[in-house]
């Protein structure tokens, strides 16, 4: 079963003391633009930062459990600062939402930092950016506490601009010392080298370990698997996973953000993997897979003694279910690769009219006439 939404448990609170909907005393919260107002809210009230009260008038706007904008809220958010505060009745503050976290076992996300020293300084400036995103990430589905990033040190805080330091759980501590405090023996560490995917059954653990790494040069291949001999050095099991799509790392986004996104996304979100990447895969990503896929599909031909590489044009289709592909992603690609796209048909027409000959021990469809080259119109 997955585990809810800090939104979900927030509004069964709400629920259970007969609200269904909310607004806000807040020009700020929730950010109006938000894509989960209840989260922003609940966030909020959760830091302390206001409460949920019984208001004289009902609020002109005001969303829905579901985050749906409506009208006509007699509760609202109410910040901790505001003059009208003592006039209402607070129904809703945050040791009231503690109280019901505590009765679920959530886990704890830990970056470690073990290898920051390997890093150049614009790496270092990408991990502590990574950082603070997650940060932001952690926020839209749970709460801020449950991110804790270890290793840390003075260059770290400097540079982690974006990150409230004040609020996050930073330690200078090893991850090993920080699982002992917490009296967790046993990690899911997220490394790509690991044999085995990460899958629901890994969902019971206490703590998932992500390194805190940023690879521009390929100079740190295997440092998280380092990461995972530490840890189990002190003592501390290992469960070492990995996020595959379709069996391969290749197109998983690896930065530190999106991979506590997308683990989030399977364990809060119940998302199978490959949903829980594409939610977050950028063209880019999808880009560098398929270039490793396609040349899987090329078929050969020699036409008038010219070699081309001939793949089906539908096969666009069949990747854009599972790669975040634009039409223009796809013909990139094909540019790169110096490869041809051919409707399935017309591909089938001209082997039909080739003869197979295997040249270099490679087949080939060989074609020895130049009105059949006009077939391939963007040859
Ligand atoms: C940029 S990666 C660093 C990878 C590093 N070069 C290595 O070979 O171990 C940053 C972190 O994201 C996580 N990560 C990235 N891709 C992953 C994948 N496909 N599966 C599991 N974890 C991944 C790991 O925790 C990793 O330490």
Redesign the pocket.
Known sequence: MSMKKLSEIFSEILIKRGIDKVGSLSKRIPNRESKNPIQDIAIAVLENKGVIAEIGNPTALAWDLRGNKTKGAKFAFVPLNSKYLSKFSIVLKSEDIMRELEKHNYPLFIIDLMHWEKHTLKEKRKVALQVAQSYGVIRDYLWGDLLNVTWVNEEFKKLAGGLPIERVSVYEISTADFLKKEGIDEVIL?????EEDLSREDFNVKAFI??G???MGGT??????QIGKILEESGIKVRR????LRGD?FG?P???NH?LEIVLKMLVEDKSMEEAILDVQAPIQARWRLRKELPKHAVRFLIDGKKFLVVEKELYKEFSEWLNIRWEDFVQVLRELNFVALERKRLHHLKKISTFRLINGKGHWVLLTKRAALLCYNC
Not at 190 to 194: G, S
Not at 220 to 225: A, E, I, L, Q, V
């Open positions: 997220l490394d790509p080298r690991a992500i390194g790494i940023v690879d740190k291949k295997g440092t998280t698997t996973r990995k996020i595959t790392i998983v690896d930065r530190i991979i």
